[in-house]
């Protein structure tokens, strides 16, 4: 006779009851034991400082008014370096290399409301159709290092020119130039966000050139991932005959080459 026929119905769903509940609790305190045993280390900033400026009453010293919260600030933490070590980015200078600083105006609107420094160096200024990118940079570096001496250059100046080609290919050169000119002025950051769609593809040009010898003269220097969307080169490969001034790379390589042709 099975046990199941001599107990009664209410014992039965009662410990079924039991064990249905048993296998929900299991795993649960299987986790928390797990956790009991790990070291858990906690990244959020509002577990290390006050976080005043999420508040929507402004970030503490009046840097900016609450409208105008740098997300950039709070995402790295920034705040919390500047409140734990005692650091704001004094005497550092620092290079911002974009379109233009103040070509459609506001700059002064900037420094009013805390978002800007009240002095900017401006080497060169943008114009055309530039847009004050810049600017805006030069806001979330002076929300991040409040105390840093702000340096800015347009990467070149559009001039007009019968060959757009020509034209961009200056505009390289002078981008190198000005790259010298903030280290220069004793700049040990720069930072820029420009493309340049004529830039060599596969060795170096004027503006790496200039990149590396900021580097080593001690700058450290960011610039843009190039992240240009669907604007790009994308082809098959069609081989074309080398014309003869290339024909010595294949002597020098000591085996046949085979050329692309890009049009």
Known sequence: MSLLCILPWGTILENLFLLFCRAIKSPRRMQKR?????????????????????AGDGIPGGVYEA????????????????????????????????????????????V????????????????????DEGRAMAQLVHAIAPGAELFF??????????????????????????IGELVDAGCTIIVDDIYN???PWFQDGPVSRAVDDAVRRGTTYFTAASN??????????HAVTPPVELLNLEDFAGRALQFHDFD
């Open 197 to 199: 769609p004529v830039e």
């Open 153 to 178: 250059s347009a990467y070149a100046d559009e001039g007009e020119s019968q060959d757009p080609y020509d034209q961009l290919v200056t505009m390289q050169n002078q981008f190198a130039a000005r």
């Open 34 to 54: 797990q956790y009991r045993n790990r070291k858990t280390i906690s990244l959020k900033s509002e577990h290390l400082e006050p976080r005043q400026c999420l």
């Open 112 to 131: 009013a409301h805390g978002a800007l420094p009240e002095i900017v160096h401006v080497l060169h200024e943008g114009s055309g159709t530039a847009e």
């Open 228 to 237: 240009h969307s669907n604007f790009s080169y994308e082809s098959t490969f």
């Open 67 to 110: 409208g105008n919260l740098n997300q950039a600030d709070i995402a790295m933490l920034a705040d919390v370096a500047r409140a734990r070590y005692g650091v704001d980015g004094a005497g550092i200078k620092i290079g911002i290399i974009s379109d233009s600083f103040n070509n459609l105006g506001g700059a002064e609107y900037d």
